[in-house]
């Protein structure tokens, strides 16, 4: 059961004014997006995915957070053209973590190239993918 806010109330840390929003049919307008997702509140800003790994998504950012919370609670699961929206709120803090493993994976290839480690390395550290080898045992 949802929980009722007023405006003094704090929200968690999750809920901002930001959804991302999946599973939109590939052939969406920004009216359309504007007509679904204006009934909930004044939007700022609607971003449609136009690439292969970005169509059938988009952001949504409304200018009011209990307006984007409210949108996400409505259109949860809600049906544009057979296909079910998959509404969530946009944590950049997992982005941010997401950028900062792939920093830490170059600054490891650097150290393994620095120090010489990697496929043939004989202190038997294997690298990510690789599987053991079964070689016979010696007597």
Do not use: H
């Amino acid at each position: 059961m949802a929980m009722a806010y007023r405006r003094g109330d704090k929200l968690p840390p999750e809920i901002n004014n930001i959804l991302f929003v999946k599973n939109l049919p590939f052939k969406i307008t920004a009216k359309e997006m504007y007509d679904i997702f204006g009934k909930f509140g004044a939007i700022r800003q609607i971003r449609v995915g136009k690439t292969a790994q970005t169509k059938g998504t988009a952001f949504v950012i409304y200018e009011d957070v209990m307006e984007a919370k409210t949108a996400c609670e409505k259109l949860q699961g809600y049906n544009v053209s057979n296909r079910y929206l998959v509404v969530l709120y946009y944590q950049i803090t997992k982005v941010y973590q997401r950028m900062n493993t792939e920093e830490g994976r170059k600054k490891l290839e650097l150290m393994r190239e620095k120090y010489g480690l990697g496929e043939g390395d004989k202190k038997g550290w294997l690298l990510d993918g690789q599987t053991p080898s079964r070689t016979p045992a010696r007597r």
